[in-house]
């Protein structure tokens, strides 16, 4: 079955420095990926659309400046939390449709926890 | 404006017995409906979904209704197992971008044996 893999899968860092998280998309391309936040006990919260060769599609209310997202290649997608904050501290979830789970069907990679100090 | 809701935070089932967690929606665009299990610190997994062309789907001990026109859906699983125990999120998508999918805000699932 499809498998997309993040890392890390938790990172801890003082706050002001930049963190960067991977999704690969480990048995199938992917020109597609989307990035995803959680709040304790609340809701996933689409942040963006990434998409290979061009620019990510942010949702409303995400910085684009503070959460930078690269898709250089079919199976990698970058998220980059620069400068990060304790209010950043969340856990991040990429995903991506696609592989033999089913055309409309997003797998999901296992998640990052971020901690900003 | 939330546009998947799922009204019960939680719910405790007994082992053995029918679990039904239920999600509304308010989006009429919405035409495919998922549900996803989610266990701590880890990234949610495909559960079952559901086209609106049907009104139920079955797999195995899962089973998901839907009703378009009161714009509600159920998951049922029975019999509930202790391994049932986990985080189900609702989630939908448009025939427009079906990518973009919707989450719900969860209903955390205690099966007790």
């Known amino acids: 079955g499809a498998v997309v893999s993040q890392h890390p899968s938790w990172v801890i860092c003082k706050s002001g420095t930049s963190v960067k998280i991977e999704c690969r998309s480990l048995?199938?391309?992917?020109?597609?990926m989307f990035w995803y936040r959680q709040f304790p006990k609340q809701s996933l919260m689409l942040m963006a659309t990434?998409?290979?060769?061009?620019?990510?599609?942010?949702e409303q209310g995400v910085e684009k400046d503070k959460f930078l997202i690269n898709h250089a290649s079919l199976t990698l997608s970058t998220l980059t939390v620069t400068s990060a904050h304790p209010e950043d501290s969340s856990f991040y979830i990429c995903?991506?449709?696609?592989?033999?789970?089913?055309?409309?069907?997003?797998?999901f990679g296992a998640g990052s926890r971020l901690t900003v100090l | 404006d939330q546009q998947v809701k799922q009204n019960s935070p939680s719910l405790s089932v007994q082992e053995g017995r029918i679990s039904i967690l239920n999600c509304d929606y308010t989006?009429?665009?919405?035409?495919?409906f998922l549900w996803y299990k989610k266990y701590p610190a880890e990234g949610p997994t495909f559960l079952i979904s559901?086209?609106?062309?049907?009104d139920k789907n079955e797999d195995g001990r899962f089973t998901v209704f839907l009703n378009k026109s009161a714009k509600h859906l159920s998951l049922h699983i029975v019999p509930s197992q202790p391994g049932d125990s986990a985080v189900y999120f609702c989630?939908?998508?448009?025939?427009?971008?079906?990518?973009?999918?919707?989450f719900g805000p969860g209903t955390s699932l205690s099966v007790i044996p």
């Open positions: 995903s991506a449709n696609g592989g033999s789970t089913g055309a409309n069907v997003l797998t």
């Open positions: 048995d199938f391309q992917a020109t597609t």
């Open positions: 990434s998409n290979e060769g061009s620019k990510a599609t942010y």
């Open positions: 989006n009429s665009m919405f035409d495919y």
């Open positions: 559901i086209s609106s062309i049907k």
């Open positions: 989630a939908a998508s448009a025939r427009t971008s079906y990518d973009k999918v919707i």
